[in-house]
């Protein structure tokens, strides 16, 4: 009777840690993952539009000691700077639409105002000889391809990430063992359309 019981148990067991097998191989996992995938590329997209944001006063300074007429232009990133900086990320940002697309704006109108920046330089040649303000460009143009690195990054994960929560098998752990994850927000506004900078070391147009 204990031999039968003990045997019992064993073939349980054994079944148990089978099925888990089976299922691992099958990619119950992937959701957790893929979801810390998306978390990950998420910050890194942070990161490097802090980057810009950090250039943008030391930029302005070195720009407004010699393109003194240009205070519109100067006034326009200064203020969507401020708009950025200034607007709380929300820790549910990458459930919550309306934030998302918020902070993706802000930043769009960021590009847009350093892009017009950065064609007015084109009319200063001093400007475009001083040691400080091509460092900056520097920094700008390295920053600028980082976060286009970032947002194809997140981009993908995120593709990825709903596409599993929305297919067989994924939809069934979804159901089943993941019901409190949810699809998250994407990128809308294409970086052509973000206007990003363009910086010319050449001095041809």
Known sequence: MLNARLL?????????VSAV???AGCGINQIPAQKQAVTAAWSQVLNEYQRR???????????????THEA???EAVTNARAKVT????PADILNNPQAFHQFEQNQATLSGALSRLMMVTENYPNLKANQNFLALQAQLEGTENRIAVARRDYILAVQQ??????TIPGRWYHSMFYSTYQPVQNFTISEQAQQAPKVNFSGTP
């Open 161 to 166: 990430y709903d596409t599993t929560l929305t």
């Open 53 to 67: 944001t950090d250039l943008v006063p030391n930029l302005v300074a070195t720009v407004q000691a010699y393109a």
């Open 8 to 16: 019992q148990k064993t073939v349980l067991l054994v079944a148990l």
């Open 72 to 74: 519109n232009v100067l």
């Open 21 to 23: 097998s089976l299922l």
């Open 86 to 89: 200034q607007t709380q990320i």
